[in-house]
């Protein structure tokens, strides 16, 4: 591998495009992701699965909202990878054709109806497709927003990744909503199937945009001075192994977002709450409204005291947040249940999942940072996805014991605090300096003084 004498300069960055590049790309991921979570919740165990036997019925279809998780953490490797080596533009388009795909070819499956145990086979397919994307997606515009961002602004703008998840999660809910109303027979019949043909339309904005953003100053910098690495997974393991332990209990986080979309909604609408469909798609409608303003102002906060202490609000809060609101569920009352929900998922839960895109990407250096938030994050939202599987079995037979899973919640919120607390805070450190191993920062340290 060549190095030459003396490295161009990198061009200048592009941060307001970078953003709504991962803007516009998270919100197609994660408005395909979210359609199928609701589907998964109300009308997939009716339509693909045997209707006998309900509460089995609605057990398949929620596994297979987790089946997706299970993909991610091999499409995190693979694309981690080659992001690393190729670029973070090339995985930007990857993921976002394929997101966009997948979700079409779902809304053109045949039912179980009419093709028997072929039809979930078909979806379980589609829906790794999903999980690959979704592996990519995220980690490669997070690195993108980064890396363009100026130093003292990195938690602002890399946030715009995650409110354009909350985005696409509202703008699936808002598609969902005038579905979710029509008569039964047309709900099951073909009305599920508009939004996600809808898909294709978002996929095509997406592209149009993030076909003329450039590559990152930080990678052109990396690939000039040093030349991109081999093999990123193995300098990965070898330097940033506890980094990644980090992300991955950090990313256990997510887990209240399932339950909150996924669970709690099954569980609302269920013959022991009997909240209306409707009336509980406009909680998660609301709760991302509000997401939407509270993210990138949780996340300027954390370019001003730290990333740490954000955080920790977030998660630990959560942990609160999430049982007031399956109590408030549990009791049918609507004031309840919006105002709680808006608090828990709106304004908490926002706390973390603001700040972070720029937590986990400073922890790495330019050259392993794709890999690095990918694998980590993508182990994490593995277990997070079925931990809607797992809600639905603490439930109990009868799917209705909302203070087990509020604790299960709860519990999964720990290993999130404790990755905050063991890890540095970094909101102050250049970006090219984000990553240093103490031996590199101690001879960085050397020259400056010599």
Not at 242 to 261: C, H, K, P
Not at 376 to 398: K, Y
């Amino acid at each position: 591998m060549s190095v030459p004498a003396t490295a161009p300069e990198a061009p200048p960055g592009q941060p307001k495009k970078a953003a709504t590049a991962a803007w516009i790309g998270s919100a197609l991921e994660y408005y395909d992701f979210f359609i199928y979570g609701s589907a998964a919740a109300l009308i997939f165990p009716e339509v693909f699965f045997d209707e006998s036997d309900p509460a089995t019925a609605t057990l398949l279809s929620l596994a297979t909202f987790g089946v997706a998780y299970a993909a991610r953490p091999v499409g995190a490797f693979f694309l981690g990878h080659v992001g690393d080596r190729l670029g973070r533009k090339k995985i930007m388009i990857f993921t976002l054709m394929l997101m966009g795909l997948s979700t079409f070819l779902i809304g053109c499956l045949p039912t179980r109806d009419q093709v028997g145990t072929l039809a979930p086979v078909l979806l379980v397919l589609c829906r790794v497709l999903q999980g690959i994307s979704a592996a990519g997606e995220q980690a490669s515009a997070n690195s993108m927003t980064l890396e363009h961002a100026p130093g003292d602004r990195r938690g602002f703008f890399t946030s715009f990744t995650l409110s354009g998840t909350q985005g696409g999660q509202l703008l699936a809910t808002l598609v969902f909503i005038p579905v979710a109303a029509l008569p039964e027979e047309q709900l099951l019949s073909w009305g599920w199937r508009v939004p996600f043909w809808v898909s294709v339309a978002v996929a095509g904005v997406g592209y149009f945009i993030r076909r003329n953003l450039d590559e990152t100053p930080a990678f052109e910098k990396q690939a000039a001075a040093a030349g991109v690495v081999r093999m990123p997974l193995v300098v990965l393991a070898r330097e940033h192994w506890a980094d990644v332990l980090r992300v991955v209990g950090g990313a256990l986080i997510a887990s209240v977002s399932t339950i909150f979309t996924v669970w709690a909604l099954a569980y609302a609408t269920s013959d022991s709450v009997g909240m209306s469909r409707t009336a509980m798609l406009w909680v998660g409608a609301l709760a991302n409204v509000v997401a939407l303003a509270a993210i990138p102002l949780w996340a300027t906060l954390s370019d001003r005291i730290g990333r740490r202490p954000v955080f920790l609000i977030g998660a630990a809060g959560s942990a609160v947040a999430m049982s007031g609101y399956l109590w408030a569920v549990s009791t049918g009352s609507y004031p309840l249940t919006f105002l709680l929900g808006i608090l828990c998922f709106g304004v908490v839960y926002s706390a973390a999942n603001g700040v972070w895109p720029a937590f986990y990407g400073e922890m790495f250096a330019t050259r392993v940072r794709l890999s690095g938030v990918a694998i980590g994050t993508q182990i994490g939202f593995a277990v997070s996805g079925f931990a809607v599987t797992f809600a639905a079995r603490i439930a109990g037979p009868d799917g209705d014991d909302w203070s087990a899973v509020a604790l299960f919640t709860a519990a999964l919120c720990v290993p999130p605090v404790i990755a905050a607390l063991t890890a540095r805070e970094t909101h102050l450190v250049p970006t090219e300096q984000l990553g240093e191993r103490p031996r590199e920062e101690a001879a960085r340290r050397e020259k400056a003084s010599a």
